[in-house]
């Protein structure tokens, strides 16, 4: 699953390829894709003829903001969002390139430039929230989001606070996107070994100092993460369909049965809530 240096990377990329141009027209190949309008014929009448000033990113989520080529003084801003979820790939390519069969959505721009929603496992979503509406009135997902790790609200104090009366091991804590934005599997696992906290540990038994570790140690990862352009596991792709660099300096991710590069022991793995957790017995307490 991308999460936040997989999500950043596409980010920058769309903002390479597709700031300031227009949307020509659009083809939902797949209308559950289509998070809102309900009605996708009300989706491509919304983006059409906009062009896009910039694109955000709010945790996993990524926001265009769409103008009007002739921006009229009342005119509000509206938005395009996309959430890449298990698998959902956004590439940026010429309109004859054939169609893969796990296209879902495509944007087409001026010169034969085309958008392509890529998504074989179909949770992938958009949104198109009209000028009225605030972005979180219409997704869900980013009124209940939590601050984003590159934030100034990200402090020591914050993550005390999120994780003070959880009793949940602090692995299942971070993949919660209320409590921290954009993390997941991989930078989690991450963050807890930089930080040498095991897992399993509830959150109610962190001392102040390991959550100050843990707090730079998230950010530390996540910038680490954005400059090798995301992970190499799973399927991710930027927007020019390249791989990342990431996973061949993880240091426990997918590393079960391996050395610790730091004290030689043999990584493990557990299950927690369902998902695997890697980490180094000697290292992580
Ligand atoms: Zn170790």
């Known amino acids: 699953m991308p999460e936040l240096p997989e999500v950043e990377t596409v980010r920058r990329g769309l903002n390479q390829f597709t700031c300031h141009q227009k949307i020509v027209g659009a083809d939902v190949l797949l209308h559950r894709t289509i998070a809102y309008p309900h009605a996708v014929n009300d989706f491509v009448t919304g983006i059409q003829g906009k062009a896009i000033a910039t694109w955000h ?11 009007s080529p002739v921006s009229h003084p009342n005119t509000f801003k509206s938005f395009l969002v996309v959430h890449l979820r298990m ?10 390139k054939p169609l893969h069969k796990h ?3 495509r ?5 034969e430039q085309e958008l392509r929603f890529v998504d074989q496992r179909t949770f992938g979503q958009m949104w198109w929230v009209p000028p009225s509406s605030a972005p979180a009135t219409i997704v869900a997902g980013l009124a209940k989001l939590a601050a984003d790790p590159f934030s100034q609200e990200f402090t020591v104090d914050y993550l005390a606070q999120k994780l003070q009366t959880s009793r949940r091991p602090i692995k299942t804590a ?13 930078y989690a696992d991450e963050a807890l070994f ?18 100050e570790r ?8 996540l910038t680490t993460g954005i400059e090798a352009g995301g992970t190499t596991f799973s399927n991710f792709l930027n927007v ?46």
């Open 194 to 211: 930089l930080s040498g906290i095991q897992p399993a540990t509830p959150c109610t038994h962190l001392q102040r100092q390991q959550i």
């Open 57 to 67: 990113r709010r945790g996993k989520y990524l926001l265009a903001e769409l103008v």
């Open 107 to 111: 944007l087409f721009f001026d010169n």
């Open 174 to 186: 971070l993949l919660d996107q209320s409590v921290v934005a954009g993390l997941g599997n991989i």
């Open 103 to 105: 296209a879902r959505v």
């Open 240 to 285: 020019k369909g390249i791989n990342g660099n990431y996973g061949g300096m993880a240091w426990v991710y997918n590393r079960a049965g391996k050395t610790c590069r730091v004290c030689g022991h043999t990584i493990e793995r557990i299950r927690l809530a369902g998902r695997s957790s890697h980490f180094c017995t000697q290292c992580q307490q």
């Open 87 to 96: 698998t959902g790939q956004l590439l940026w390519l010429h309109r004859q």
């Open 214 to 221: 843990l707090q730079k140690a998230i950010v530390e990862v």
